[in-house]
């Protein structure tokens, strides 16, 4: 997924950009190009035409599961499989914090995972307020 955030206010809006959500993440068989995700990004376009036309301020995730405090986004688990994939993947990416992995500069940080709620909670950080600072509105996009 792509995280796309823009300031919804401005005429003429900065666009930012961080790929997250990597719950469905596998390895391409032939070591080649992975057609979905160039799929995704060509579709990227028409979404930005359409939500840009529409001025408004929005945050959350496709299933409604993600909210925002205090800097930190905090996703509910709704598929245990793909949740467990997802936490296995920012944790291979962050490591203990102190030589995380280069792809960490383009995802959200992973502050922890609240193995003892239930469901389990994935918290990260927030990653509208990373590209966001000045904006007045923030739009936010999770394209799949």
Not at 21 to 34: N, R, S, T
Not at 95 to 104: E, I, K, Q, R, V
């Amino acid at each position: 997924s792509l995280l796309v955030v823009y300031d919804a206010a401005a005429e003429r809006p900065t666009i930012r950009v961080r790929m997250i959500d990597f719950a469905h993440i596998f390895p391409i068989k032939d070591g080649g190009v992975d057609h979905g995700y160039l799929h995704g990004v060509a579709f990227l376009e028409s979404c930005l035409r359409t939500t840009l036309s529409r001025r408004h301020q929005q945050v959350g995730g496709a299933h409604g599961n993600i909210s925002a405090i205090n800097g930190e986004l905090i996703k509910v688990e709704d598929k245990p499989d793909q949740f467990d994939t997802e936490v296995a993947f920012y944790r291979k990416v962050w490591g203990d914090g102190t030589s995380p992995d280069p792809l960490s500069n383009v995802m959200p940080r992973l502050i922890r995972v609240n193995e003892d709620a239930s469901p389990r909670e994935l918290v990260i950080s927030d990653a509208t307020r990373l590209v966001s600072q000045g904006y007045e509105t923030v739009s936010v996009m999770d394209i799949k």
